[in-house]
């Protein structure tokens, strides 16, 4: 990795789940001061017990510039970078909890993937609302499975952000040969593809659980892209960012790769196992299964087709056997 060519001050990252904790790694080795935050104080112990966190990135060791935290007003002391890794389930409660404790010129930076769970609403939606449009904002998303980025492996994601100084800033936080930024001001977009591939992934995992072959997985991320560009379209999205890096390129990554919970979940459902048992195996949150009816309601709120996310959501929902869906779905004309 190369040297940070400035000092830079120390940023907050909320949230030690898996991806929380690769991007603690890949900075703190970079040299920058990284206060990890969780609201679960045990897992925060575990960590500072064992020097890793062998619940959700076993087998990578802290280095000294990573402090772990459960204490949020300790974690955003002297820090104008806030990191949100939090599920999305929990985005706006830590927002929250966070808004009498932040200082003026502090700003938000999105990494979770997910809607709000009561409105259906983007996270950079929620962040405006609970924080103000004064804020600055930004989104990082991009093909990133995080025990990669964790073991050192290059991969490239999109800062997006409307305000320029910002996203610099990140680009300049981030960037080295091993982890590429790229900018945008396309800050839908960029969130629309990284919540709704989920949902195609777990389609792709039933038919690869189903053994039903290659031709079929194509064929649904070929459609499945289709969606996703009719719902950031819809929502304000550009074309050009939904079939790059933060698009595209992570609907590739997320259904094809069995590092993605959201294709084992699939995977399972389609071998005819149990869902809440599949889940509770895979131990961590399935932000596809959360989010397969919201983005349903989106779809029928804007007047869209798609149909492969309502099949989904119907599956998840035991409203249809898997053999129904794909009878259902090869049936359109």
Request: charged share 25%.
């Amino acid at each position: 990795m190369q040297d940070q060519p400035l000092k830079l001050k120390p940023i907050a990252i909320l949230g030690a789940g898996s991806w929380g904790t690769a991007l603690a790694l890949y900075l703190g080795r970079l040299g920058q001061t990284v206060n990890l935050w969780s609201v679960d104080k045990s897992e925060i112990d575990a960590i500072l017990k064992d020097h890793e966190n062998k619940r959700f990135m076993p087998g990578f060791t802290f280095p000294d510039t990573i402090h772990p935290t459960h204490d949020l007003a300790h974690a955003i002391q002297d820090v104008d970078d806030i990191l949100m890794v939090v599920p999305s389930v929990g985005f706006r409660d830590t927002l929250v909890k966070l808004k009498p404790l932040i200082k003026p010129e502090a700003r938000i930076i999105c990494a979770s993937k997910g809607l709000d769970t009561h409105t259906g609403q983007l996270l950079g939606d929620i962040a405006l609302e609970v924080m103000g449009v004064e804020r600055p904002f930004a989104v990082l998303s991009g093909p990133s499975f995080a025990r990669e980025v964790a073991a050192g492996l290059p991969c490239a994601v999109v800062v997006a952000s409307l305000n320029l100084s910002l996203a610099a800033d990140l680009k300049l936080r981030f960037n080295s040969p091993i982890f590429r930024i790229y900018t945008s001001d396309d800050v839908i977009g960029v969130e629309v593809g990284g919540v709704a591939k989920n949902v195609i992934a777990i389609a792709t995992g039933i038919a690869d659980g189903m053994e039903l072959g290659c031709n079929a997985r194509s064929a649904l991320i070929t459609r499945g892209l289709a969606e996703v560009m009719r719902l950031g379209v819809a929502l304000g999205g550009k074309i050009e960012t939904l079939v790059g890096l933060s698009g595209l390129g992570d609907l590739i990554l997320t259904c094809s790769d069995n590092q993605s919970r959201n294709r084992r979940l699939g995977l399972a459902i389609g071998k005819g196992h149990n869902i809440h048992e599949a889940e509770k195996e895979i131990g961590q949150i399935v932000e596809g299964k959360r989010n397969a009816e919201l983005i349903a309601k989106l779809a029928r709120r804007y007047e869209i087709e798609m149909p492969i996310c309502e099949t989904v959501m119907e599956i998840l929902e035991d409203r249809i056997s898997v053999n129904d869906a794909i009878d259902k779905l090869l049936s359109r004309k």
